[in-house]
């Protein structure tokens, strides 16, 4: 059996919260993509996958070889390559006999992979990691490093299934062309949970996690890459659309007939009563003919509520049938910065890690700080926010600073998400708050909602609604990976709150759709312990 199957597959959590019901799919070969908003249950599904969580019903088939790398990789900082490849063992052996050794164990734990070596750094060239060697330990290579590590480990044991969770999370641009040419190149099934628009560009197909009317999720297939996905999306949006407005006017309709059928009657019985005033017919008959009438009244009165009532019902079911709008408008005139202030100065500055750099921001920037896993682009940021000391050199910062980290770290978790706002609004009421986060999609209750409990795409608006409603207002503002974990619409979130902040922007993103977006002015290019500071027209 080489299979990932779901087969009516149910689960919920331990309190009793349905995610999944009736579940029913089968991965194929190839690659694929599985996308869907933030907290939908993208993880959780490959959490059931490789059996972390057990479901609460219906059966899962995966092969015993099936290989899983999850968002966060943690590894051993004294753990060498082989060691996380998973050929440590194999390539000691390997040595021994290569240097004259003839004990029968050698040979029995090399088992004829002769060619072990070649194959691990094959796959440690593919992913651009062919300069660390299999003899350096974790701890010197980059985050980024660290991550393909995994992965290459995940893809030279070859499995039949492997699932990957956010694998270009904190990959240069040119770590990204080979992770996603490895995947496309590998025989098997392989399913990666991404919002990377260049990766699923390359999938054979998308499926899609959304949220059903039960509040459970289903997984639906869209043949192709994103761009076939995107076509379907917006295909479903416009007929969605246009239900919307065919579902309005029936109602109307039924309303108007229904409003005119009501005056009618009124109308048939001020007549009934005229001719019992004038005598036109007998009492009897007056009788006999408004107990018809009153029947008939009932009876068309019953067919045109049903009416109006399934036309209201089809209106529900349209608007719901509309994505809410969650876009973020806000207006930051307090971060405004005029073009010719000197926001920061770099001054003959040279970083722990050996970056050296001069340079001055000046009035509404955008800089884009691009660089190779481990060429120092995070600690130059550190050195800049005064939180790593500099090796020479100085930073000077005149204005206001605010600062994303990638792992949302500005939360206090234990805090609702009004007082996480406050703590970095002193002077501000409680009501300006509220009604600021509003515009972050935070209103009624959510506003008072811990920020442990937050989804992933709740979290990410709180953050960003603690850095940009800061007092005082941020006039630099510092973005490292910002679309990392972010599901399409949540980038389309943070897109939008750019456009109302007026200061300058220092971003470290690998997003080519993200980055164009923001459009920067300036990039500050990381090249061999030196940094290019280039206009970008």
Not at 220 to 242: K, L, M, N, P, S
Not at 265 to 286: C, L, P, Y
Not at 433 to 447: E, M, P, S, T, V
């Given at each position: 059996?080489?299979?990932?199957?779901?087969?009516?597959?149910?689960?919920?959590?331990?309190?009793?919260?349905?995610?999944?019901?009736?579940?029913?799919?089968?991965?194929?070969?190839?690659?694929?993509?599985?996308?869907?908003?933030?907290?939908?249950?993208?993880?959780?599904?490959?959490?059931?996958?490789?059996?972390?969580?057990?479901?609460?019903?219906?059966?899962?088939?995966?092969p015993p070889d099936l290989a899983y790398v999850p968002q966060s990789v943690t590894l051993a900082t004294e753990a060498t390559v082989a060691e996380v490849l998973g050929i440590a063992p194999k390539l000691a052996a390997l040595r021994a006999i290569e240097s004259g050794s003839a004990d029968p164990g050698h040979f029995d734990v090399l088992a004829d992979d002769w060619l072990l070596e070649e194959r691990s750094l094959?796959?440690?060239?593919?992913?651009?990691?062919?300069?660390?060697?299999?003899?350096?330990?974790?701890?010197?290579?980059?985050?980024?490093?660290?991550?393909?590590?995994?992965?290459?480990?995940?893809?030279?044991?070859?499995?039949?299934?492997?699932?990957?969770?956010?694998?270009?999370?904190?990959?240069?641009?040119?770590?990204?062309?080979?992770?996603?040419?490895?995947?496309?190149?590998?025989?098997?099934?392989?399913?990666?949970?991404?919002?990377?628009?260049?990766?699923?560009?390359?999938?054979?197909?998308?499926?899609?996690?959304?949220?059903?009317?039960?509040?459970?999720?289903?997984?639906?297939?869209?043949?192709?890459?994103?761009?076939?996905?995107?076509?379907?999306?917006?295909?479903?949006?416009?007929?969605?659309?246009?239900?919307?407005?065919?579902?309005?006017?029936?109602?109307?309709?039924?309303?108007?007939?229904?409003?005119?059928?009501?005056?009618?009657?009124?109308?048939?019985?001020?007549?009934?009563?005229?001719?019992?005033?004038?005598?036109?017919?007998?009492?009897?008959?007056?009788?006999?003919?408004?107990?018809?009438?009153?029947?008939?009244?009932?009876?068309?009165?019953?067919?045109?509520?049903?009416?109006?009532?399934?036309?209201?019902?089809?209106?529900?079911?349209?608007?719901a049938a509309i994505p809410r709008d969650r876009s973020i408008r806000i207006d930051l005139p307090g971060t405004r910065v005029p073009r010719r202030r000197v926001v920061a100065e770099l001054d003959e500055l040279v970083t722990r890690s050996g970056t050296a750099v001069t340079a001055v921001i000046q009035g509404p920037e955008r800089i884009l700080l691009a660089g190779r896993n481990g060429s120092g682009k995070t600690?130059?940021?550190?050195?800049?926010?005064?939180?790593?000391?500099?090796?020479?050199?100085?930073?000077?910062?005149?204005?206001?600073?605010?600062?994303?980290?990638?792992?949302?770290?500005?939360?206090?978790?234990?805090?609702?998400?009004?007082?996480?706002?406050?703590?970095?609004?002193?002077?501000?009421?409680?009501?300006?708050?509220?009604?600021?986060?509003?515009?972050?999609?935070?209103?009624?209750?959510?506003?008072?909602?811990?920020?442990?409990?937050?989804?992933?795409?709740?979290?990410?608006?709180?953050?960003?609604?603690?850095?940009?409603?800061?007092?005082?207002?941020?006039?630099?503002?510092?973005?490292?990976?910002?679309?990392?974990?972010?599901?399409?619409?949540?980038?389309?979130?943070?897109?939008?709150?750019?456009?109302?902040?007026?200061?300058?922007?220092?971003?470290?993103?690998?997003?080519?759709?993200?980055?164009?977006?923001?459009?920067?002015?300036?990039?500050?290019?990381?090249?061999?312990?030196?940094?290019?500071?280039?206009?970008?027209?």
């Amino acid at each position: 059996m080489h299979a990932l199957s779901f087969s009516h597959l149910s689960f919920s959590w331990p309190d009793g919260l349905p995610v999944f019901r009736d579940l029913t799919f089968t991965l194929p070969a190839g690659l694929s993509g599985i996308v869907g908003r933030n907290g939908i249950g993208k993880s959780t599904l490959l959490r059931l996958a490789v059996e972390e969580l057990r479901q609460t019903a219906g059966r899962l088939e995966r092969p015993p070889d099936l290989a899983y790398v999850p968002q966060s990789v943690t590894l051993a900082t004294e753990a060498t390559v082989a060691e996380v490849l998973g050929i440590a063992p194999k390539l000691a052996a390997l040595r021994a006999i290569e240097s004259g050794s003839a004990d029968p164990g050698h040979f029995d734990v090399l088992a004829d992979d002769w060619l072990l070596e070649e194959r691990s750094l094959e796959v440690l060239r593919s992913l651009g990691l062919g300069a660390i060697g299999l003899d350096r330990t974790v701890g010197r290579v980059s985050g980024g490093e660290a991550t393909l590590l995994a992965l290459g480990a995940a893809l030279l044991a070859g499995p039949s299934v492997l699932l990957l969770d956010e694998p270009t999370n904190n990959l240069d641009t040119e770590a990204r062309d080979m992770l996603t040419s490895a995947l496309s190149r590998r025989s098997g099934a392989t399913a990666v949970v991404t919002h990377d628009r260049q990766l699923l560009s390359a999938v054979g197909r998308i499926g899609e996690l959304r949220e059903n009317d039960d509040r459970t999720t289903e997984l639906r297939w869209f043949g192709g890459a994103i761009d076939v996905f995107d076509e379907a999306t917006a295909a479903e949006r416009e007929t969605a659309q246009q239900t919307l407005v065919s579902a309005k006017a029936l109602a109307h309709r039924e309303h108007r007939d229904l409003r005119i059928r009501v005056e009618g009657d009124g109308k048939r019985r001020q007549r009934a009563a005229k001719a019992r005033a004038n005598a036109e017919v007998t009492r009897g008959g007056v009788k006999a003919k408004q107990d018809q009438a009153a029947k008939t009244e009932a009876r068309v009165s019953k067919v045109h509520e049903a009416r109006l009532a399934a036309a209201n019902d089809a209106l529900d079911a349209a608007r719901a049938a509309i994505p809410r709008d969650r876009s973020i408008r806000i207006d930051l005139p307090g971060t405004r910065v005029p073009r010719r202030r000197v926001v920061a100065e770099l001054d003959e500055l040279v970083t722990r890690s050996g970056t050296a750099v001069t340079a001055v921001i000046q009035g509404p920037e955008r800089i884009l700080l691009a660089g190779r896993n481990g060429s120092g682009k995070t600690t130059l940021i550190e050195t800049l926010l005064g939180a790593v000391t500099p090796a020479s050199g100085g930073v000077t910062v005149n204005v206001p600073v605010g600062y994303l980290p990638q792992r949302l770290t500005v939360l206090r978790d234990d805090a609702s998400v009004v007082d996480n706002v406050r703590e970095r609004s002193p002077g501000a009421t409680r009501q300006e708050i509220r009604d600021q986060l509003g515009k972050f999609q935070f209103r009624g209750a959510r506003a008072d909602a811990l920020a442990g409990t937050l989804s992933g795409g709740e979290r990410f608006r709180a953050a960003l609604a603690c850095v940009l409603l800061a007092r005082p207002e941020p006039q630099l503002l510092v973005l490292d990976e910002p679309t990392n974990n972010l599901d399409f619409e949540s980038q389309a979130q943070l897109v939008q709150a750019l456009e109302g902040f007026e200061g300058a922007l220092i971003v470290v993103s690998h997003d080519d759709a993200f980055v164009e977006a923001i459009a920067p002015s300036r990039r500050w290019d990381l090249v061999e312990g030196t940094v290019r500071d280039e206009p970008i027209y």
